[in-house]
């Protein structure tokens, strides 16, 4: 099993900021202001018919995937060829980005 962690920073002020994941509620530090921060975009899109068919299909180029983070001020990361190594480099820009 892996551990999971959320991490918050909270300012002088009592402003707590977080990227939001579903493993705490947050509510739990009062009202919750909640914005984009970034998209995960595949250039490369599978054709339709390899979408319907994507469960009989062992062997197809998925697409160059790429984190937006212009809605932060960032730069545009990749190309990745899995998707999750996208959203591992997304999370660590935003971490360093907030400061948590």
Request: overall charge positive; charged content about 25%.
């Amino acid at each position: 099993m892996s551990k999971q962690t959320v991490r918050i920073r909270i300012e002088k002020d009592g402003k707590a900021t977080a990227l939001y994941q579903e493993l705490v509620d947050l509510s739990c530090l009062g009202p919750a202001q909640v914005r984009r921060a970034s998209h995960i975009e595949c250039k490369e899109p599978l054709p339709r018919w390899a979408l319907r068919q994507r469960h009989r299909l062992r062997h197809i180029r998925v697409g160059q995937f790429y984190a937006d983070m212009r809605l932060s001020g960032g730069p545009v990361l990749g190309p990745f060829s899995h998707y999750s190594t996208a959203v591992t480099a997304e999370l660590a820009w935003l971490r360093t980005r907030l400061g948590i």
